[in-house]
Nanobody, 122 residues
């Protein structure tokens, strides 16, 4: 029903920026909440940000507020995560996901991409 592919990850120095993209295919994108999650080695996957189907509502985990911005372009079936002032603790595999609720809870999401690696290091 909905397939998601992330891109834009890479290696960046502390204080740098990256923009992740989540390209979707399928008829349900316009109706889905899109979330970004991340998983660092040895840690559970955590919700980073989410955006409602029409873009009116956004949510962020406290650790990224003021640094990250989520957006979407439904005409392009694409969602984004702009990451500024990156810190070493942001290092993780980042996943986009689609679900039916505006939530950072992992279980609310039914469709997942394969992930893209973000490494923040000097």
């Amino acid at each position: 029903q909905l397939q998601l592919v992330e891109s834009g990850g890479g290696l960046v120095q502390p204080g740098g920026s990256l923009r992740l993209s989540c390209a979707a295919s399928g008829v349900a994108f316009d109706y889905a909440t899109i979330g970004w999650f991340r998983q660092a080695p040895g840690k559970e996957r955590e919700g980073v940000s989410c955006i409602s189907s029409n873009g009116d509502n956004t949510n962020y985990v406290d650790s990224v507020k003021g640094r990250f911005a989520i957006s979407r372009d439904n005409a392009k079936n694409t969602a984004y995560l702009q990451m500024n002032n990156l810190k070493p603790e942001d290092t993780a595999v980042y996943y986009c996901a689609a679900g039916g609720a505006d939530s950072l809870a992992e279980y609310e999401y039914d469709y997942w991409g394969q992930g893209t690696q973000v490494t923040v290091s000097s």
